[in-house]
């Protein structure tokens, strides 16, 4: 392996010099934040992978983290190498046997991830920044290093270049609109709040999603910039596959696993900001100290505390924050915390496999509140709600679960927001609440609408 230093700079800076696809750019946007410590932009990888609905895709998953396995280098960021991507949230329904339902499909793959040997890593902390360039996968000892040495050397030269500057105009053909507009999405919660009465579930999270299309996608990474900008979030990215670009804000960690370490920090419970800084602390407050709102949080951090006791030693499992306050943008959000120590016959992809989807973003039971979702939501959720990350070759993990996030294929825009439903939830307040998720996403549209188009 050969790690060189290089001069500390905002990474978007860096994301610049690479313009090719099979790109991942995992960028903790909101750097000051206590999650936002590290940044990841991997490029070039040796091998991509393209999931698919069958036990064969975990396999080829982890016969690449078991054949490129290496020890952790201390003292630069821990995702020195591995794979990183995307995972979509329909990816491991083959696994819980649910049966498919005839609805409306986003045409891109159930998850693409990059085989990567060459990190730019960035530690906002000591502000300090490195390429890491493994020299997989070439395997055998003076090969690999020479690779690696090689390898530097590329990323050394594409540095030296001008960056290429992005700047065709993204032009959107039709209007933004939304599957489940308001009164159908009150009439969904209405049902799922049937299904509750009935004793099938306790929480089901349902969603709504906005589309619109377009005839040039160029400049996604300059709308990133944009993003980025007007909504930070500690587990924010950019990905460009074949058929997929990603352009995330999300602020949820979904599973961190660094040594034999776990940890999951569920969001369940929103409240849209106010532009009074009094008025906004009295909603932070109410919102920690609402009843529905923390028994939301609380099904949600019980159902990962089982998830994590399929991985993780029993007794290790711990809840050290529970429904905290955390603040964005637009939004306040309510987030617990709960950890455990991995069993040691157990991986990160099998942590992945235990809990995936994630808990917060399906409901409680989590298989019957996913069939509940899939005969609600007309249209399949995609890359939302799955998994953003990387699955490092010295076996740390970290992902984030894909919300607040632009999804482009080859010619539609999509993003969607949900909320929560639970026996108390009124029709209106859950509308409402996915009306201020997807405040940023509609701001960031409107202004590229009013800075390209008129």
């Known amino acids: 392996m050969r790690i060189e230093s290089i001069p500390y700079r905002d990474p978007i800076h860096y994301l610049a010099y690479f313009p090719q696809a099979n790109l991942v750019f995992l960028d903790s946007a909101k750097k000051h934040h206590s999650l936002g410590r590290f940044s990841y932009l991997a ?7 393209v999931l698919q609905p069958e036990l064969a895709s975990l396999h080829r998953l982890s016969f690449y983290l078991q054949r490129y396995q290496t020890e952790t280098v201390a003292n630069i960021p821990p ?18 046997k649910l049966p498919p339902r005839q609805k409306q499909r986003l045409h891109m793959p159930l998850g693409q991830l990059g085989c990567y040997d060459i990190i730019l890593s960035f530690d906002h902390v000591l502000q300090q920044a ?25 990323v050394k030269e594409k540095l030296a270049r001008t960056p290429l500057t992005r700047e065709t105009p993204f032009t959107f053909d039709t209007p933004l609109t939304c599957w489940l507009a308001k009164n159908d999405y009150l009439h969904a919660v209405q049902k799922v709040k049937n299904y509750i009465l009935d004793g099938d579930i306790f929480q089901a999270n349902i969603a709504r ?27 924010a990215a950019f990905l460009q596959f074949p058929h997929c670009t990603l352009l995330s804000s999300s602020p949820e960690r979904f599973i961190h696993v660094n040594g034999n370490r776990v940890e999951t920090r569920p969001i369940k419970g929103t409240s849209a900001r106010h532009s009074d800084p009094r008025l906004d602390a009295q ?4 919102l920690q100290q609402d009843p529905k709102e923390r028994a939301e949080n609380t099904m949600i951090v019980d159902l990962m505390r089982n998830d994590l006791s399929k991985v993780c030693v029993a007794s290790s499992i711990e809840v050290p924050e529970y429904c905290a306050i955390e603040t964005y943008q637009t939004v306040h959000h309510l987030v617990s915390a709960i950890t455990g ?43 939302y709600c ?68 008129h």
């Open 43 to 49: 490029v070039d990888p040796f091998n991509h992978l």
């Open 79 to 96: 995702f020195q190498g591995g794979l990183a991507g995307y995972f979509s949230y329909e990816w491991l329904h083959f696994l819980e």
């Open 130 to 154: 490195w390429i890491v360039s493994s020299g997989f996968p070439e395997t055998e000892w003076e090969k690999r290093q020479q690779r690696a040495e090689h390898r530097l050397r590329w």
């Open 209 to 235: 999603c906005y589309h619109t299309s377009f005839s040039k996608k160029e400049n996604a990474y300059a709308l990133y910039q944009r993003l980025r900008t007007l909504n930070p979030a500690p587990f």
């Open 283 to 286: 909603l932070a407050i109410r």
């Open 341 to 383: 120590q991995l069993k040691p016959s157990c991986t990160a992809l099998q942590v992945l496999q235990a809990t995936f989807p994630g808990g917060s973003i399906t409901g409680a039971p989590k298989i019957r509140a996913m069939e509940i979702i899939d005969e609600i939501e007309p249209i399949q959720r995609g890359p």
């Open 386 to 453: 799955g998994a953003i990350g990387y699955l490092a070759f010295n076996g740390n993990m970290d992902t984030s679960i894909t919300i607040r996030t632009l999804i482009l294929d080859d010619t539609h825009l999509y993003f969607h927001t949900g909320s929560a439903i639970v026996l108390d939830s009124d029709p209106q307040k859950e509308w409402l609440e996915t009306e201020a998720k997807a405040c940023a996403l509609k701001q960031l549209i409107e202004q590229v609408t009013d800075d390209f188009v």
